[in-house]
T-cell receptor, first 110, second 115 residues
Framework: AQRVTQPEKLLSVFKGAPVELKCNYSYSGSPELFWYVQYSRQRLQLLLRHISRESIKGFTADLNKGETSFHLKKPFAQEEDSAMYYCALSSTGTASKLTFGTGTRLQVTL | DTGVSQNPRHKITKRGQNVTFRCDPISEHNRLYWYRQTLGQGPEFLTYFQNEAQLEKSRLLSDRFSAERPKGSFSTLEIQRTEQGDSAMYLC?????????????FGQGTRLTVV
């Protein structure tokens, strides 16, 4: 069975501080990993996916198969980064069902 | 707004009543998904369609739940004989099936409260 674990329910950081949102997964095959974000009163939206290997809004995430992790990082947090972040796993290479973690609320304070 | 649309946004119903939710996906997307999200949890997969075919159903989808996508466009999710445990946010998402895109676009959800 596939599982996604986000150990922190809440992460509070000061503006300008580095951010790392943790995500670990368990899956026996080759997963595709995603980070979704939900800003206040907005719908869930894709932030980034591991196959793109891109930086979105200053965020990056590297898939570490040895540690089965896909942590989300940003060197300098901004107030507008405050949101709910979900790590998700897809078991196939095309759009299919996603298995989500329980989410981490990022709170960036002045 | 050309994104995924869900109606109603909120539904309050008495235990034992039936409810139906509607999802209109992005028009060129032929895959459609239903998820359920309870407080403090991430979305949990319920079922998905490719065009009008329902290809997968989660064990979470008891026999009181039924989903349809009759013409391969909009979809409905019906819950019969609602229970308090059905109270949740029901999310719909859509995606294209081809082209290498794997992004699922979510609607704003329907919040169900069973009293």
């Amino acid at each position: 069975a596939q599982r996604v674990t986000q150990p922190e329910k809440l992460l509070s950081v000061f503006k300008g501080a580095p951010v790392e949102l943790k995500c670990n997964y368990s899956y026996s095959g080759s997963p595709e990993l995603f980070w979704y974000v939900q800003y206040s009163r907005q719908r869930l939206q894709l932030l980034l996916r591991h196959i793109s290997r891109e930086s979105i809004k200053g965020f990056t995430a590297d898939l570490n198969k040895g540690e089965t992790s896909f942590h989300l990082k940003k060197p300098f947090a901004q107030e507008e980064d405050s949101a709910m972040y979900y790590c998700a796993l897809s078991s196939t290479g095309t759009a299919s069902k996603l298995t989500f973690g329980t989410g981490t609320r990022l709170q960036v304070t002045l | 707004d050309t994104g995924v649309s869900q109606n109603p946004r909120h539904k309050i119903t008495k235990r034992g009543q039936n409810v139906t939710f509607r999802c209109d996906p992005i028009s060129e997307h032929n895959r459609l998904y239903w998820y359920r999200q309870t407080l403090g949890q991430g979305p949990e997969f319920l079922t998905y369609f490719q065009n009008e075919a329902q290809l997968e159903k989660s064990r979470l989808l008891s026999d009181r739940f039924s989903a349809e996508r009759p013409k391969g466009s909009f979809s409905t999710l019906e819950i019969q004989r609602t229970e308090q445990g059905d109270s949740a946010m029901y999310l719909c998402a859509s995606s294209p099936a081809t082209g290498g895109k794997t992004e699922a676009f979510f609607g704003q959800g329907t919040r169900l409260t069973v009293v």
